[in-house]
Nanobody, 122 residues
Framework: QVELVESGGGLVQAGGSLRLSCAAS????????MGWFRQAPGKEREFVAT????????YYADSVEGRFTISRDNAKNTVYLEMNSLKPEDTAVYYC???????????????WGQGTQVTVSS
């Protein structure tokens, strides 16, 4: 069992930055791949980024490639999403999720956090 709690969301102007954190409980965190997804109002939840258990492999959605960075600290049971050059279209609720193997689909992930709101004003 893995429990996930996101934090770090907020309101930021376009071009600004935010750093999201996802704290995990449970002894299996270091063996889980982790992912970030987001869901805007009226839209389906979409993939943002994923990182494998060791942190050595990452993968990003085209829409955030070069602006967002996913990382993890297994000693702290935490995964991060550094978001730079934010755009209004990045506005969404951001969720972290845990999986046995990295993936880009929501069905691949077993455990989900409650989400944190990110709002980017123009």
């Amino acid at each position: 069992q893995v429990e996930l709690v996101e934090s770090g969301g907020g309101l930021v102007q376009a071009g600004g930055s935010l750093r999201l954190s996802c704290a995990a409980s449970g002894r299996t965190f270091s063996s889980n791949a982790m992912g970030w997804f987001r869901q805007a109002p009226g839209k389906e939840r979409e993939f943002v980024a994923t990182i494998n258990w060791s942190g050595l492999r990452t993968y990003y959605a085209d829409s955030v490639e070069g602006r967002f960075t996913i990382s993890r600290d297994n000693a702290k049971n935490t995964v991060y999403l550094e978001m730079n050059s934010l755009k209004p279209e990045d506005t969404a609720v951001y969720y972290c999720a845990a999986s046995v193997i990295s993936g880009v689909t929501t069905t691949r992930y077993t455990y989900w956090g409650q989400g944190t709101q990110v709002t980017v004003s123009s």
